[in-house]
């Protein structure tokens, strides 16, 4: 079994900024990542949040 290190990740919502950090996370040796999920984000972001947990996936995570 793989260790598993990771980090909570919050509050961003501009995918761009996101494939950085998430790179970064990479990086560092994360391979877990938690996104929080609001109820500001399902009323006004759903296809972002939508998008953000795809580029997690498309890394692995």
């Keep these: 079994m793989r260790a598993r290190l990771g980090v909570s990740y919050f509050g961003v919502r501009n995918p761009e ?3 950085r950090d998430l ?3 990479a990086a560092a040796g994360c391979n ?3 996104h929080t999920f609001s ?3 399902l009323r006004f972001y ?3 949040m939508r998008e953000i947990v795809a580029l997690s996936q498309e890394r692995g995570f």
């Design 46 to 48: 759903p296809e972002t």
């Design 39 to 41: 109820e500001n984000d």
């Design 32 to 34: 877990v990542v938690l």
């Design 17 to 19: 900024h996101v494939v």
């Design 23 to 25: 790179d970064r996370m």
